[in-house]
């Protein structure tokens, strides 16, 4: 706290993968031309329909407000570059290119006066002026202060004018994505608690213990952050997590500690000893199931990934340390208060109902029909996932925005006005195959025979770097940055076969926002496979050390890739196809964030084997109490469905409390993990776990006798401690026969 005090909080939204071609471009920029390698930023001016923009008033108020942009220390002002340094796109002195031979360019220069305001082109098609600018930085890594006063410099131009200022996507304050809908999901959590519990009391220890789980956890996250390099999302994403697994954990505890006070009358001191011996070891694998899943990521090697995945991993370590030692503190606190008297008095009578249960029925139900609920489930489940055979990955742009944003206006104002690729303008450098200084003639073919392309639209030049060996210019493509025709064309510039690169020996590189974009999408996109490989590989190995089964681990990984598969499938429905979509905040489709496959499928698969070695556990210990063959399967589930269901109503409604963020990426991860919860919690392990032991019986427990000598006895169930307290208490009896009849 007292570094968060002093130091403050330091965030950033940038995105990058180091050692993608666009990164490594854009990186030699920086160091040769840094003027050059600066966010491109622009902000449109329009009017409402109807009216005239190019009345004399309004040029000069957007001369104007050009003019007092340029003077913040953070843009480039193209009146201070160096003699043949260039500027940007439409400055002075800069050639207007053309779409193509003898066609006239959709726009002209603002001239006010005689003099040309340098980087603000007024459309001939409609109503609207565009100004492109450069920050002295990439836009990702402005702070907010940066970011703010360009903000409040270009709205100083509404006043008075009739002018409508619409910044760019690129233009927007940098803040913590959180709002109070995670506060809804929390009271939901809070409901689940006490109708779960049946108390007050009970209800609000894992909430407690929760917030102050995260508070640690993302407090210390918060601290680090000014030395340590931190996406917004990351401290987001270990609150997400933290919550979730905080109160699920804490209600694991609490729930065994209240069953065994109610139903086997036992004081709520020995009870909480006994609850953290058994819960307790479950809360424990499951949490380093959970890290494990989030720790993996960091053999991806991306930086931005491996931070959100440790500062995640550490708030779950945290949820599991006070699960095990604050929580049974603070029960010792509460003693016998955790349970009323009202309900000890019910105690037997909730027994003898215990098998009339609703989890009792369906777990009857599906296991007397086992085979259409297995071939249910996979059906549904696999149309499911139909749509995750097209999902689209990239970074979010205005063109995916909701149309009542001003980034989504002012992505389409720009469309009607230059056409859509001036919303993802290209950063291409061009440079000697032999080392040499590119001398202007080259420059000049080069730009000459880029812009005769049909998939662009303009192509300028920027700058050269101070030894000649690099020249800078400014594509324009023909489609927009999420297009598949802008992708191809990034590609082909940079092939060493292509027209350009044979003809005037150079090298061309490729870098910018849009490219940045694109390798990023690439990137991970080639990931994913490699990671459920991974993911699959831990999955069979830990649940064959914790069931000392192959059953139970094939089973479990099948039911996990089952649900990965239908969540991507559902998640790209939503956010890509628009389906639905009002009900998310969503009214337009568009590409699915970048890092969602790679971060929903490690959180995921952490908490899926959270609820299968709850579930699966229980039906374990019953199969070890003599309960055989179906009736094992039955009685296990009859004792943990409920708080199961329980957490991942929980789990559920803290994820859906983050689907309506303002931030993009925020809001999609939030879906995904709650329909991912809903879908693997109820339909695979709810569902399809049942059926498929009781398919097998007793042979889900087979495990040849050489492998298990080999594997450790972790006990999960907590079976020895039972026996160990037993084995003490008929001692006790021994030697005190009187304690027979307490």
């Given at each position: ?686 569902t399809l776990t049942p059926a498929l032991m009781a398919l097998f019986g007793d042979k889900a427990w087979w495990l040849p006798r050489w492998l298990d000598r080999m594997l450790p006895d972790l006990d999960v169930e907590g079976d020895r401690l039972l026996r160990m307290l037993t084995e003490r ?14």
């Amino acid at each position: 706290m007292a570094a968060l005090v002093v130091n403050g909080v330091k965030v950033t939204s940038e995105m990058k993968i180091d050692n993608t071609e666009a990164q490594q471009v854009l990186d030699r920029v920086s160091r040769e031309l840094p003027e050059a390698s600066g966010g491109q930023a622009s902000v449109v001016f329009t009017v409402p329909d109807g009216d005239r923009l190019d009345t004399p008033a309004r040029m000069a108020a957007i001369a104007e407000t050009v003019q007092d942009v340029y003077e913040l220390d953070q843009v480039i002002n193209p009146a201070d570059l160096s003699q043949g340094q260039g500027q940007p796109p439409g400055g002075p002195g800069a050639d207007q290119p053309e779409s193509g031979p003898g066609t006239a360019p959709p726009y002209q220069p603002l001239v006010l006066d005689g003099t040309p305001a340098p980087g603000v082109l007024v459309s001939t098609q409609a109503p609207v002026a565009l100004f492109q600018f450069q920050f002295t930085v990439p836009s990702t890594s402005l702070t907010d202060e940066q970011v703010s006063a360009v903000l409040s410099v270009v709205e100083d131009a509404e006043r008075g004018t009739g002018l409508r200022v619409l910044p760019s996507d690129s233009l927007k304050a940098i803040e913590i994505p959180v709002g109070a809908a995670e506060v809804v999901g929390l009271a939901v959590a809070a409901v689940v608690l006490v109708l779960t519990l049946g108390s007050l009391v009970a209800a609000g220890l894992p909430l407690i213990t929760a917030l102050v789980g995260v508070g640690v956890g993302v407090g210390t996250a918060f601290a680090l952050s000014t030395t340590v390099e931190m996406n917004t999302a990351t401290p987001v994403l270990a609150l997400m997590i933290g919550l979730a697994v905080g109160i699920d954990y804490a209600l694991f505890v609490v729930n065994r500690q209240r069953r065994l006070i109610i139903d086997r009358d036992l004081d709520a001191r020995e009870a909480a000893g006994r609850a953290v011996g058994t819960a307790g070891s479950a809360v424990l694998f499951a949490g380093l199931t959970v890290i494990v899943a989030l720790v993996a990521l960091t053999v991806i090697g991306i930086s931005m990934l491996t931070t959100m995945a440790l500062v995640a991993a550490a708030t779950v370590l945290l949820a599991v340390l006070i699960a095990l030692t604050l929580l049974p503190a603070l029960l010792g606190l509460i003693g016998e208060r955790i349970v009323s008297a009202k309900a000890r008095k019910k105690g037997h009578t909730r027994r003898e109902e215990d098998s009339h249960s609703v989890a009792d029925h369906w777990v009857k139900a599906v296991v007397r029909f086992r085979w259409p609920v297995i071939l249910g489930v996979v059906a549904v489940l696999g149309v499911g996932a139909v749509p995750a055979a097209s999902m689209d990955l990239g970074l979010p742009t205005g063109a995916s925005a909701n149309t009542d944003t001003a980034a989504r206006q002012s992505y389409e104002a720009v469309t009607r006005g230059f056409g859509e690729g001036y919303n993802g303008p290209l950063l291409v450098t061009v440079e000697s195959a032999d080392g040499a200084a590119v001398t202007p003639r080259t420059l000049g073919a080069v730009t000459q025979q880029l812009q005769q392309r049909k998939e662009i639209v303009a192509a300028v030049p920027v700058g050269t770097s101070q030894d000649g060996e690099m020249a800078v210019l400014s594509v324009i493509p023909n489609s927009g940055p999420d297009d598949d025709a802008t992708a191809d064309l990034v590609q082909a510039l940079r092939s060493p076969s292509s027209a350009v690169a044979q003809d005037h020996d150079v090298v061309i590189g490729v870098t910018g926002f849009t490219a940045i974009g694109i390798d990023m999408s690439d990137r991970l996109a080639e990931i994913v496979p490699l990671y459920l490989i991974i993911i699959v590989g831990l999955s069979l190995l830990i649940l064959l050390v914790v069931f000392r089964s192959l059953v139970v681990p094939i089973q479990a990984t099948l039911g996990f890739l089952l649900s990965i598969l239908a969540t991507f499938g559902v998640t790209t429905a939503v956010f890509s196809w628009g389906w639905l979509g009002w009900m998310v905040g969503v009214d337009t489709g568009g590409p699915l964030f970048s890092f969602i496959p790679v971060i929903v499928t490690g959180i995921l698969y952490g908490l899926a084997m959270d609820y299968q070695v709850f579930l699966v556990s229980s039906m374990r210990e019953s199969h070890v109490h003599g309960h055989h063959g179906e009736a094992g399967v039955v009685h296990g589930f009859d004792q943990a469905s409920r708080v199961v269901v329980a957490a991942a109503v929980i789990m559920v409604s803290v994820f859906a409390g983050f689907i309506f963020s303002h931030d993009v990426m925020i809001k999609q991860i939030g879906f995904a993990l709650a329909i991912g919860i809903l879908i693997d919690a109820f339909l695979v392990r709810m569902t399809l776990t049942p059926a498929l032991m009781a398919l097998f019986g007793d042979k889900a427990w087979w495990l040849p006798r050489w492998l298990d000598r080999m594997l450790p006895d972790l006990d999960v169930e907590g079976d020895r401690l039972l026996r160990m307290l037993t084995e003490r208490q008929d001692t006790e009896v021994a030697r005190c026969p009187e304690v027979i009849g307490k």
